[in-house]
């Protein structure tokens, strides 16, 4: 099955200042890359997504990139701000089947003032 | 319709206690999947539904589990005979088709479960 490996397990950025994080995946076949913030106490919520058709996708401070070869995606995050603290995780699928995520372990981001 | 509910939000049990928790998903979503998620892990796939059709479970769901979506709209999981290793959080997600169109999956709060 799918391995979801995810890089680094801590995150500690001043304010402003950009953050990035890293995951492999083992399976050649998937094809869909979301990631999403887990704030305390609540579920994941989507925050971006990407397709094994793009290279790289953009929405304002936030943005991925998918290397198909390399089997790898990195989110990253410019002009942290405060409310960017959070555990982060990015997840692999394959579309068209039953779509289940495999997650990577999470990384939790901590944006200092 | 505000999200994906999920209740209990906690839930204490003893061990060799059954324990029943209950998702409510977004209304016209028709997959409902339920994922596990131990401290310090990412959330673990346990089974999903396409209306009332339970159709994979992983591994990871003994025969103590069992799920169910009776008319294709709120979910149960049961846990019986609940162990130690049972504690984590239960999250619920539902999703419009496949989950890889606009907004994926939503999840919900998810249940703690402590097992004692």
């Known amino acids: 099955g799918e391995n979801v490996e995810q890089h680094p397990s801590t995150l500690s950025v001043q304010e402003g200042d950009s953050a990035v994080i890293k995951c492999t995946y083992s399976?050649?076949?998937?094809?869909?890359f979301p990631w999403y913030k887990q704030e305390l106490g609540k579920g994941p919520q989507l925050i971006i997504d990407i397709r094994s058709n793009v290279g790289e996708k953009k929405d304002q401070r936030i943005a991925v990139t998918l290397n198909k070869t390399a089997k790898h995606f990195s989110l990253h995050i410019t002009e942290t701000q405060p409310e960017d603290s959070a555990v982060y995780f990015c997840?692999?699928?394959?579309?068209?089947?039953?779509?289940?995520?495999?997650f990577g372990t999470g990384t939790r981001l901590q944006v200092t003032l | 319709d505000t999200g994906v509910s999920q209740d209990p939000r906690h839930k204490i049990t003893k061990r060799g206690q059954n324990v029943t928790f209950r998702c409510d998903p977004i209304?016209?979503?028709?997959?409902l999947y339920w994922y596990r998620q131990t401290l310090g892990q990412g959330p673990e796939f346990l089974t999903y539904f396409q209306n009332e059709a339970q159709l994979e479970k992983s591994r990871l769901l003994s025969n103590r589990f069992s799920a169910e979506r009776p008319k294709g709209s709120f979910s149960t999981l049961e846990i019986q005979r609940t162990e130690q290793g049972d504690s984590a959080m239960y999250l619920c997600?539902?999703?419009?088709?496949?989950?890889?169109?606009?907004?994926?999956?939503?999840f919900g709060s998810g249940t703690r479960l402590t097992v004692v």
């Open positions: 997600a539902s999703s419009l088709g496949a989950g890889t169109g606009a907004g994926g999956y939503t």
């Open positions: 997840a692999a699928s394959i579309t068209g089947t039953a779509s289940k995520l495999t």
């Open positions: 209304s016209e979503h028709n997959r």
């Open positions: 399976d050649s076949a998937s094809n869909y």
